[in-house]
C-alpha cells in the first residue's frame, strides 16, 4: 500500500473539496487523530488518521521544505 507522508503545518489537497469551495487544507494538529483547517473557510475539523489519509490527495505544500 502507498504510504503518504505529511507533516504539520502542511498544505494537503483533499479528494473531495469542502463545501466551500476549497479542496486545500492545512494540517494543525497531528496524532491518531488529525485536525485540519480549511484554507477557503479556516473551518477545523478532526479525523481519524486512517480517514485523512484515504482522503488527502496531495502534499501541496510541505511546511519541513519550507525551512530550507
Ligand atoms: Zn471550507
Same mark, same amino acid.
Given at each position: 500500500?502507498?504510504?503518504?507522508? !505529511?507533516?504539520?503545518?502542511?498544505? %494537503?489537497?483533499?479528494?473531495? &473539496?469542502? &463545501?466551500?469551495? @476549497? *479542496?486545500?487544507?492545512?494540517?494543525? =494538529? ?8 480549511? %484554507?477557503?473557510?479556516?473551518? @477545523?475539523?478532526?479525523? &481519524? =488518521?486512517?480517514? !485523512?489519509?484515504? *482522503?488527502?490527495?496531495? %502534499?501541496?505544500? @510541505? +511546511? +519541513? +521544505?519550507?525551512?530550507?
Amino acid at each position: 500500500m502507498e504510504r503518504k507522508v !505529511f507533516g504539520l503545518g502542511d498544505i %494537503v489537497q483533499m479528494k473531495k &473539496p469542502h &463545501p466551500c469551495g @476549497s *479542496n486545500e487544507m492545512e494540517i494543525i =494538529r497531528m496524532g491518531m487523530d488529525i485536525r485540519i483547517k480549511c %484554507v477557503g473557510c479556516q473551518h @477545523s475539523v478532526l479525523i &481519524p =488518521r486512517v480517514k !485523512f489519509e484515504k *482522503n488527502m490527495k496531495k %502534499v501541496l505544500k @510541505s +511546511a +519541513a +521544505a519550507d525551512e530550507q
